[in-house]
């Protein structure tokens, strides 16, 4: 850092020049235990240059001033590893990384107060210790709100002591003695300050170009909601936006949820948050990047005043799609910010508070508004008619017996772009009325011309909300949750959840078709005659046994033989839902129900499992969007009318939405659920949920910011994964020894290798070497030349020897060719010198011997490996048996880190970590004479080793 002198500051904190310590100043405290250097010092700096470029909103030069003293201020006398600012960084991130509570923090700093040498500065609370980062964190603002949701007392409202609309006080207490209690609160955690931090700090700011300059970009293939229709459409619309690739494009999504976890008790509190679509795709779904906008309070979810509330971000987004001044610190210069929302994510529930039309009722769906095909039965009202949806001349649309008892002559509803729904709500003005849920004001019933719309939505306030491709987006989440939820409970016949009830079948009896269903009547009681769509016992038996049988892969799903249970399935998450209609479903019922039934059920598993996928193929799309329709008519002749509610119908209607949206992944609400679950470990006080989150969120959102810049400390963003393996920072020169991979479990005494065994071991290690291929070439012409028969045979058998004499010789001859590297693998392991594990983490992905796994309710034993097999590549398969670490002779330096291992996938090989092994065979190599079945792994350190994954014993494949 820079000094320089400082000038006095105006009343608000704005102009002049900031006195700046000297970085030398600063470097006794930049160093950690292990000599690495913070980057406090240039955390510190880029704050200051975007406060000297202008561009900083939410900037108090008196904290900053404070801020910087305590950087260069010693914890106690003498002590040079730690000033007062890098210790509170890193304590306070220790307390928020492990959910310590605040009267746990006060007594740390109690005790070490006491500790600590005399003269220590330690603040001596938790709110001492948030006051010095004060010069750092981006804060909220409080914004009363009237009782029943009619306004915010804001702007123009903010000194009135009565709602405008209703008229109710804005105060629960105000007696002139008191101090003046609001009604209701928001919070709102202003928009633009969060949006320049990103472009502030270098250590996101590069990452906001790279959906446009690192991104890998192929016609026909998304990956990234900027391979999107949608994004490309709104460039197209908006040239000048799309030039400057730091202009921001967000999705918007709220969703309610109990802070309390007590579903006993009724509370629903709504979060606003805006995911920023510019960083890389593996990023900006992670909870660090999410921004939380507003938190709308309980006890009742908002409904249609949801607008009400969204008020301030929308403010903020007509600024910003004008553009605001931003420092750049990856540039290090200024530019004009310009942000967009691209949609909006949602549970079909909130799609309604959102869109402005009610997604209840006949006409449920906001996309096919007033042509919504739905019926009514008894008790509920059903979607099919989904033959609507084919080619005009498909003979299905005249059958009438296997559907809904009528021939079908609409063609599919037509689509309304955001120009027409515009115009059809500036005709409704006047008829919606005003917000609020005040029982004396707000308007009775609904207005016939009004349909199912309930209000014009605020986000139509935004200049480009109309033009946009696609407004809102489905939840693919939930929708196949629900769907998931319902097969299965009309497959086992669950009580209180099937859809082949009583009604049902009267349904059918109504609707005039499948007689042989309908209830039978004997005067005395009512029966439903079996239906083929429904397991009988035995078969509801058979199927739970097939999945409390199950094990899958660590960390792939929940354990579901926990929630099988008198051949019901209970407890379920929304997760285990997804895994059971892609993945066991189809393996399931198998066997149990007729063809028909099987082949709907294996084409709906099938059509999730394409829709889903992180990759997406247009072509594949327009695949899944012919296919979706005839899927729900094949369902339509099976299931009962009851079956097919809304959450059915919306199926049809998401491949179009892939084909506009891109891939679903930053397009549903596993993200954002599981964000709501941080937010909710927030909640210590009780009585003032909503206070606790937010404080709870700007600390952690403070917190989160530095530790980008702290070094020598575990955080949110060095954390190890679970299953991590050992990184290779240096690229050797063979591939064999530098490899990524993690052993555990030491198995003691260890099973010696005997010779034979060692060298079946090195043959596979030097079969799977790619730098020795010319090598290999060599001694095949060499063999050609003594006698063309069976090369390839002779090859496999003398290759090992001829090598290490050849590798040897040359050696002696100091050849330039060979390396030290080159000669150790050449003469192989060191018998004397190998250790065996019971499991290994290769690139991140668990396996363990069979023998391991049986213990285990996950399975990570099985492998599947692409081999040569007389000229043919086939697929073999096995179980791991062994992991065997190997010794090199001669060697490197060992590195300070330790091991470092990477996988060492032989040519042509395929582990498909999902697919467990179908037989127990023996495991063949790429040479099906000698019967080698072990992957052999490296390891370069002092002596360079080798890690082996034996598939099956070595001596049985000798013997």
Not at 268 to 279: A, E, F, G, K
Not at 529 to 555: H, Q
Not at 589 to 607: D, Q
Not at 825 to 832: S, V, Y
């Amino acid at each position: 850092m820079s000094s320089g002198k400082n000038n006095s500051l105006d009343e608000n904190g704005v102009g002049g020049e900031t006195d700046f310590i000297n970085e030398t100043e600063y470097n006794d405290f930049d160093m950690n235990e292990n000599g690495e250097s913070d980057e406090l010092p240039d955390l510190l700096d880029e704050i200051r240059n975007a406060h000297e470029s202008g561009t900083s909103s939410e900037w108090d030069s008196k904290n900053f001033d404070k801020l910087l003293n305590d950087a260069q201020r010693e914890l106690y006398p003498g002590c040079k590893k730690y000033s007062l600012l890098r210790f509170i960084v890193s304590f306070l991130h220790i307390k928020v990384m492990n959910h310590m509570t605040n009267k746990a923090f006060d007594m740390m700093l109690e005790f070490l107060k006491d500790v600590l040498p005399e003269g220590e500065i330690l603040p001596s609370s938790f709110y001492g210790a948030m006051k010095i980062l004060s010069g750092i964190g981006l804060g909220y603002q409080k914004i009363d709100v009237c009782k029943f949701d009619c306004a915010l007392f804001w702007k123009e409202n903010e000194k009135m002591d009565k709602c405008p609309i209703c008229k109710e006080s804005r105060w629960k207490v105000n007696n002139g003695k008191k101090k003046k209690v609001p009604q209701k609160v928001m919070w709102y955690f202003p928009l633009k300050a969060r949006l320049q931090r990103l472009f502030m700090s270098s250590k996101t700011a590069e990452d906001m170009r790279w959906h446009e300059e690192k991104r890998v970009k192929e016609e026909g293939i998304m990956r990234h909601p900027a391979d999107s229709i949608a994004w490309k459409d709104f460039d197209k619309q908006y040239p000048d936006f799309a030039k400057d690739s730091r202009n921001v494009r967000l999705g918007l999504a709220t969703d309610g949820f109990n802070p309390f976890g007590n579903m006993s008790n009724s509370y629903s509190m709504w979060p606003v948050i805006l995911v920023p679509y510019n960083l890389p795709a593996y990023k900006f779904m992670r909870k660090e990047f999410l921004i939380l906008s507003l938190l709308i309070p309980g006890p009742r979810a908002p409904g249609k005043e949801l607008d009400v509330f969204l008020r301030p971000a929308i403010d903020d987004l007509k600024d910003l799609f004008h553009g605001i001044s931003t420092y750049d610190a990856y540039s290090g210069q200024n530019f004009q910010m310009r942000a967009a929302i691209l949609w909006t994510i949602s549970d079909f529930p909130a799609y309604g508070y959102l869109s402005g039309w009610s997604t209840s009722g006949y006409k449920a769906f906001p996309c096919c508004l007033d042509d919504t095909a739905s019926q009514r039965l008894r008790g509920k009202i059903c979607f099919m008619g989904h033959r609507r949806f084919l080619n005009h001349d498909h003979r299905w649309r005249k059958q009438k017996a296997h559907f809904d008892g009528t021939i079908e002559t609409r063609s599919k509803p037509k689509e309304f772009s955001g120009e027409q729904v515009l115009r059809h709500l500036n005709s409704l003005a006047g008829v919606f009325g005003e917000f609020g849920k005040n029982p004396v004001t707000r308007k009775k019933g609904v207005d016939k011309i009004q349909g199912n719309w309930r209000k014009k939505s605020i986000f139509f306030e935004l200049p480009y909300w109309e033009k946009l491709s696609m407004r809102h987006c489905l939840d693919v989440m939930h929708i196949l949750k629900n769907t998931c939820e319902s097969l299965v409970a009309t497959l086992l016949n669950i009580p209180d959840k099937t859809k082949d009830t009583n009604k049902a079948r009267d349904d059918l009896l109504d609707m005039g078709i499948r007689h042989e269903l309908h209830l039978h009547d004997d005067g005395t009681r009512k029966t439903k005659p079996p239906a083929l769509y429904v397991m009988s016992s035995s078969e509801r038996k058979g199927f739970c046994n097939f999945l409390s049988s199950i094990k899958f892969l660590d960390g792939y799903a929940a354990n579901i033989s926990k929630c099988v249970k008198d051949g019901k399935l209970m407890g379920l998450k929304t997760h285990d839902y997804h895994v059971l209609l892609q993945r066991l479903i189809p393996a399931g019922i198998r066997g149990y129900l007729c063809k028909e039934v099987n082949e709907a059920i294996f084409e709906l598993s099938e059509f999730f499992r394409d829709l889903c996928s992180k990759t997406l193929k247009m072509d594949d799309l327009e695949r899944l969007e012919k296919n979706a329709p005839l899927i729900l008519c094949k369902l339509e002749k099976i299931f009962p009318p009851a079956f097919f509610d809304i959450m059915i119908h919306l199926i049809v209607h998401l491949p179009k939405e892939a084909k506009l949206g891109g891939p679903v992944h930053p397009r549903w609400m596993f993200p954002f659920e599981r964000y709501l679950g941080s937010l909710k470990k927030y909640v210590r006080n009780r009585a003032r949920p909503e206070g606790s989150i937010a404080e709870g969120y700007i600390a952690n959102e403070c917190l989160t910011f530095m530790s980008k810049y702290l070094h020598g400390i575990e955080t949110k963003f060095t954390r190890k994964r679970r299953n991590y393996d050992y990184n290779q920072d240096k690229a050797e020169e063979l591939v064999v020894f530098s490899l990524s991979v993690r052993p555990f479990g030491l198995v003691t005494p260890p099973t010696k290798l005997s010779q034979v065994e060692l060298d079946v071991a090195h043959k596979f290690i030097l079969n799977n070497c790619d730098e020795i291929e010319e090598y290999r070439i060599k001694h095949k012409e060499m063999l050609q030349r003594i006698h063309p028969e069976n090369v390839d045979s002779r090859h496999e058998d003398q290759f090992t020897k001829w090598f290490k004499d050849h590798i040897n010789q040359l050696h002696i001859d100091k050849s330039l060719d060979v390396s030290e590297e080159l000669w150790a693998l050449a003469n192989g392991p060191i018998p004397f010198m190998t250790k065996h594990y019971s499991g290994c983490i290769v690139n991140e992905v668990r396996f363990h011997t069979k023998d391991r796994d049986d213990c285990r309710t996950t399975q990570n034993s099985g492998l599947v490996v692409e081999g040569d097999h007389k000229g043919k590549h086939i697929d073999f398969y096995g179980f791991v048996k062994a992991v065997v670490e190997l010794t090199f002779f001669h060697a490197y330096k060992m590195a300070p880190s330790g091991k470092r291992l990477k996988r060492n996938c032989p040519p042509n090989t395929n582990l498909q970590s999902e697919q467990p092994p179908t037989s127990n065979s023996t495991l063949e190599h790429q040479s099906a004479t000698t019967g080698d079945d072990i992957q052999i792994n490296s390891n370069n350190s002092n002596p360079t080793q080798a890690l082996a994954n034996g598939r099956q014993a070595i001596g049985n494949c000798l013997s």
